[in-house]
């Protein structure tokens, strides 16, 4: 499986976390202003199954230009805030959909 995460700096552990739930390409990007296109190239580019919003790390102009990319994809996307605890049960409820 494939993700690409928007925001955060040192994702250290998330990406160990996500790769033992199967996720083996994971893409990262910070999230900082001007990346926009970016996102559009990435979404056109890679074959992305899931998209990681973490809200706490991304400015709000950000957050509402990758709504408008992300609607057009049909991606499933969560937006979380940076922290594991509050990403797991997402993650667990997508890889069960995923696996059935």
């Given at each position: 499986?494939s993700?690409?995460?928007?925001?955060?700096?040192?994702?250290?552990?998330i990406?160990?976390?996500?790769?033992?739930?199967?996720?083996?390409?994971?893409?990262?990007?910070?999230?900082?202003?001007?990346?926009?296109?970016?996102?559009?190239?990435?979404l056109?580019?890679e074959?992305?199954?899931?998209?990681i919003?973490?809200?706490d790390?991304?400015?709000?102009?950000?957050?509402?230009?990758?709504k408008?990319?992300?609607?057009?994809?049909?991606?499933?996307?969560?937006?979380?805030?940076?922290?594991?605890?509050?990403?797991?049960?997402?993650i667990?409820?997508?890889?069960?959909?995923i696996?059935?």
């Open positions: 499986m993700t690409l995460i928007i925001g955060g700096d040192n994702l250290n552990i990406q160990k976390k996500l790769r033992q739930k199967g996720f083996d390409n994971i893409l990262h990007v910070s999230g900082r202003n001007g990346w926009d296109k970016k996102l559009s190239d990435l056109k580019g074959k992305v199954d899931l998209i919003i973490l809200v790390f991304v400015n709000h102009r950000v957050v509402y230009n990758s408008k990319v992300i609607k057009n994809s049909n991606i499933k996307t969560i937006f979380t805030k940076r922290s594991w605890v509050h990403l797991e049960t997402y667990n409820d997508f890889v069960s959909v696996n059935n």
